[in-house]
Protein backbone atom coordinates (compact mmCIF):
# COMPACT_ATOMS: atom_id res chain seq x y z
CA UNK A 1 0.00 0.00 0.00
CA UNK A 2 1.40 3.78 -0.98
CA UNK A 3 1.40 6.25 1.60
CA UNK A 4 0.04 9.95 -0.37
CA UNK A 5 3.32 12.09 0.41
CA UNK A 6 0.49 14.68 2.07
CA UNK A 7 0.29 12.15 4.91
CA UNK A 8 3.72 11.35 5.31
CA UNK A 9 4.86 15.11 5.75
CA UNK A 10 1.75 15.24 7.91
CA UNK A 11 3.00 12.61 10.36
CA UNK A 12 6.72 13.47 10.12
CA UNK A 13 5.53 17.27 11.29
CA UNK A 14 3.13 15.85 13.98
CA UNK A 15 6.02 15.43 16.22
CA UNK A 16 7.29 18.77 16.39
CA UNK A 17 3.76 19.98 17.60
CA UNK A 18 3.87 18.17 20.68
CA UNK A 19 5.22 19.17 23.75
CA UNK A 20 8.82 18.25 25.01
CA UNK A 21 8.23 14.91 27.40
CA UNK A 22 9.50 15.65 31.06
CA UNK A 23 10.27 13.10 33.05
CA UNK A 24 8.61 12.67 36.46
CA UNK A 25 10.46 11.32 39.31
CA UNK A 26 8.41 8.59 41.03
CA UNK A 27 9.04 8.49 44.95
CA UNK A 28 9.27 4.46 45.10
CA UNK A 29 8.28 3.65 48.89
CA UNK A 30 10.85 2.47 51.45
CA UNK A 31 10.30 -0.83 53.70
CA UNK A 32 11.96 -0.93 56.86
CA UNK A 33 13.77 -4.36 57.48
CA UNK A 34 12.34 -7.14 59.07
CA UNK A 35 13.29 -9.86 61.02
CA UNK A 36 12.68 -13.07 62.45
CA UNK A 37 10.62 -13.96 59.68
CA UNK A 38 8.32 -17.35 59.98
CA UNK A 39 5.32 -18.84 57.49
CA UNK A 40 2.43 -20.25 58.33
CA UNK A 41 0.66 -22.52 55.78
CA UNK A 42 -2.52 -24.03 56.55
CA UNK A 43 -4.13 -26.54 54.49
CA UNK A 44 -7.09 -28.16 55.74
CA UNK A 45 -10.89 -29.70 55.55
CA UNK A 46 -12.15 -26.58 55.53
CA UNK A 47 -9.65 -24.34 53.35
CA UNK A 48 -9.85 -27.61 51.40
CA UNK A 49 -13.76 -26.93 50.60
CA UNK A 50 -13.12 -23.45 50.06
CA UNK A 51 -10.34 -24.03 47.39
CA UNK A 52 -7.75 -21.96 49.40
CA UNK A 53 -4.81 -21.96 51.00
CA UNK A 54 -4.08 -20.08 54.35
CA UNK A 55 -0.82 -18.03 54.52
CA UNK A 56 0.52 -16.45 57.65
CA UNK A 57 3.57 -15.05 58.32
CA UNK A 58 5.32 -13.10 61.26
CA UNK A 59 8.17 -10.86 61.98
CA UNK A 60 9.53 -8.58 64.08
CA UNK A 61 10.80 -4.74 63.73
CA UNK A 62 12.63 -1.80 65.24
CA UNK A 63 10.15 1.20 64.89
CA UNK A 64 6.31 2.24 63.37
CA UNK A 65 7.60 3.19 59.75
CA UNK A 66 5.59 1.16 57.42
CA UNK A 67 6.70 -2.07 56.22
CA UNK A 68 6.32 -2.96 52.23
CA UNK A 69 5.35 -6.38 51.16
CA UNK A 70 4.89 -7.18 47.95
CA UNK A 71 4.40 -10.72 45.47
CA UNK A 72 6.07 -11.58 42.75
CA UNK A 73 3.98 -11.17 39.73
CA UNK A 74 5.98 -13.79 37.93
CA UNK A 75 7.86 -16.83 38.07
CA UNK A 76 11.82 -17.44 37.24
CA UNK A 77 11.77 -19.46 34.11
CA UNK A 78 8.32 -18.96 33.37
CA UNK A 79 8.22 -16.26 31.05
CA UNK A 80 4.84 -14.82 31.11
CA UNK A 81 3.28 -12.50 34.27
CA UNK A 82 1.03 -14.26 36.14
CA UNK A 83 -0.17 -11.60 38.72
CA UNK A 84 -0.29 -13.79 42.02
CA UNK A 85 -1.65 -11.39 44.19
CA UNK A 86 -5.20 -11.51 42.32
CA UNK A 87 -5.72 -14.80 43.93
CA UNK A 88 -5.29 -12.77 47.62
CA UNK A 89 -8.17 -11.75 49.58
CA UNK A 90 -8.48 -11.19 53.29
CA UNK A 91 -5.47 -9.55 53.71
CA UNK A 92 -5.05 -8.53 57.90
CA UNK A 93 -2.04 -7.56 59.87
CA UNK A 94 -2.32 -7.83 63.81
CA UNK A 95 0.25 -6.67 66.12
CA UNK A 96 1.23 -9.43 68.92
CA UNK A 97 0.81 -7.62 71.61
CA UNK A 98 -2.64 -7.12 72.29
CA UNK A 99 -3.81 -9.01 69.13
CA UNK A 100 -4.67 -5.41 67.87
CA UNK A 101 -5.55 -4.75 64.19
CA UNK A 102 -3.04 -3.02 62.06
CA UNK A 103 -3.28 -0.04 59.24
CA UNK A 104 -2.70 -2.24 55.94
CA UNK A 105 -2.48 0.26 52.62
CA UNK A 106 -3.03 -1.44 49.53
CA UNK A 107 0.08 0.95 47.59
CA UNK A 108 -0.25 -0.93 44.12
CA UNK A 109 -2.07 -4.70 42.46
CA UNK A 110 0.65 -6.67 44.60
CA UNK A 111 2.31 -4.29 47.30
CA UNK A 112 0.50 -3.63 50.66
CA UNK A 113 2.33 -1.38 53.15
CA UNK A 114 2.00 -2.02 56.85
CA UNK A 115 2.08 0.13 60.03
CA UNK A 116 2.93 -1.84 63.07
CA UNK A 117 2.59 1.86 65.17
CA UNK A 118 3.70 0.31 68.70
CA UNK A 119 3.68 -2.79 67.86
CA UNK A 120 7.05 -4.72 67.47
CA UNK A 121 5.85 -8.50 66.39
CA UNK A 122 3.75 -8.34 63.26
CA UNK A 123 1.42 -11.09 62.13
CA UNK A 124 0.19 -10.80 58.43
CA UNK A 125 -2.63 -13.33 56.85
CA UNK A 126 -4.45 -13.49 53.89
CA UNK A 127 -6.19 -16.60 52.09
CA UNK A 128 -4.81 -17.60 48.46
CA UNK A 129 -7.33 -18.83 46.18
CA UNK A 130 -5.91 -22.45 44.69
CA UNK A 131 -8.09 -23.40 41.73
CA UNK A 132 -6.09 -23.48 38.85
CA UNK A 133 -4.53 -26.60 37.52
CA UNK A 134 -1.19 -25.29 35.67
CA UNK A 135 2.45 -25.93 36.93
CA UNK A 136 3.26 -22.42 37.49
CA UNK A 137 -0.21 -21.82 39.91
CA UNK A 138 -1.59 -23.20 42.83
CA UNK A 139 -4.34 -25.79 42.87
CA UNK A 140 -5.95 -27.70 45.19
CA UNK A 141 -7.84 -31.13 45.41
CA UNK A 142 -9.64 -32.53 48.81
CA UNK A 143 -6.14 -34.62 49.79
CA UNK A 144 -3.71 -32.26 48.67
CA UNK A 145 -2.07 -28.90 47.62
CA UNK A 146 0.41 -27.99 44.91
Known sequence: MRVPASLSLTLLAAPAFLPP????????????????????????????????????????????????????????????????????SNFTATGTEGGRRLKVDRLDFDTWAVTPGDQTEITVAFEFGSDTLDTGMSYTAPDFAF
Not at 36 to 50: G, I, L, N, P, S
Not at 65 to 82: F, K, M, N, R
Open 21 to 88: LQAQAVEEPVSQPIAEVRYTVTYDRATAARDVIQVAMSFTVADGTPVILSLPAWTPGSYELDHFARFV
